[in-house]
Nanobody
């Protein structure tokens, strides 16, 4: 089992920055592929970014150049730096994990991740 706890969300103005964190426990963190998803009210959970155990990264087009995913295996922590926030970025942000894929590639599908955190809310005012 993997336990994931997100933090760092909050209420910010458009153009501001936030850094989300996801603390993992229960499994060797370096053997996990990790991802961030978000869900706005009335919408489905959507892929934001992922980082594989080998540190390959991927992003949804709408956040490229603004968000940066990273991981610190020594601290068992996943991060998402959110810059230049827009009102449309407002959502509940979830951290997700899965056992490392042998290919080293990331996945954008929520169904591929077996462990989820409770989420951290990001609210962006215009």
């Amino acid at each position: 089992q993997v336990q994931l706890v997100e933090s760092g969300g909050g209420l910010v103005q458009a153009g501001d920055s936030l850094r989300l964190s996801c603390a993992a426990s229960g499994r060797t963190f370096s053997n996990l592929d990790m991802a961030w998803f978000r869900q706005a009210p009335g919408k489905e959970r959507a892929f934001v970014s992922a980082i594989s155990a080998r540190s390959y990264t991927s992003y949804v087009d709408s956040v490229k150049g603004r968000f940066t995913i990273s991981r610190n295996n020594a601290k068992n922590t996943l991060y998402l730096q959110l810059n230049s926030l827009k009102p449309e970025d407002a959502a509940m942000y979830y951290c997700a994990a899965r056992s490392a894929d042998p290919t080293g590639l990331t996945s954008r599908s929520p169904s591929q991740y077996f462990y989820w955190g409770q989420g951290t809310q990001v609210t962006v005012s215009s």
